[in-house]
């Protein structure tokens, strides 16, 4: 079944370890920690995580957050340094 991460909260760091429970997308009422067990479990684009979990689906307020979090779970160590690139 794919690549999976066995534990995505290794991966964060602990600020954003913090309130799992409580909504990300408070939009569509969707918990950090559904967002972060989707994404270990293969959604790692905002338009999987979407499908999965329908965050991002309201106004799309907390697409930044998501994107965050993809890119600590997908790309350790390189996070930061690539947005900067791309966007600069
Ligand atoms: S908080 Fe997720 S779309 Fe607004």
Redesign the pocket.
Known sequence: MGTKITDPLDKLPSSLKKDLDKNL????EVPKIDIINAIANGAITIKEVKKQTY????????TQQVEKLIEYLCAPGRKERRERGRKG
Do not use: H, L
């Open positions: 997308c408070t939009c569509n965050a991002t689906m309201g106004t799309g307020c907390c």
